[in-house]
Nanobody
Framework: AQLEESGGGLVQPGGSLRLSCAAS????????MGWYRQAPGKQRVLVAR???????NYVDSVKGRSTVSRDNAKNMVFLEMNSLKPEDSGVYYC???????????WGKGTLVTVSS
């Protein structure tokens, strides 16, 4: 199983980014998918989640500025972020959520830096 993130980079405050995660080697449509952020020296935190059925959840700090979506036909999940702030900076990881019945998976991350 593999998850590969892309789309990170340097963006000015107020800008936008669209992160992508390509999945392979497992039945993508069965998994809830999450986007996590890890800032330097801090713990990895869940930013957005989309269930296998398409229900979405967001951490309060990105609510209203971000949209998580998935394309089961292409085995991909996306995170669109707008009105970016410096505190949005960090490495963003894609996660296929583990359950009691099966293991989860992590990508290697993509770096987002919001700075002028």
């Amino acid at each position: 199983a593999q998850l590969e993130e892309s789309g990170g980079g340097l963006v000015q405050p107020g800008g936008s980014l669209r992160l992508s995660c390509a999945a392979s080697g497992f039945t993508f449509s069965n998994y809830a998918m999450g986007w996590y952020r890890q800032a330097p020296g801090k713990q990895r935190v869940l930013v957005a989640r989309i269930s296998s059925g398409g229900t979405t959840n967001y951490v309060d700090s990105v609510k209203g500025r971000s949209t998580v979506s998935r394309d089961n036909a292409k085995n991909m999940v996306f995170l669109e972020m707008n009105s970016l702030k410096p505190e949005d900076s960090g490495v963003y990881y894609c996660n296929a959520e583990a359950t009691v019945f099966r293991a989860g998976y992590w990508g290697k991350g993509t770096l987002v830096t919001v700075s002028s």
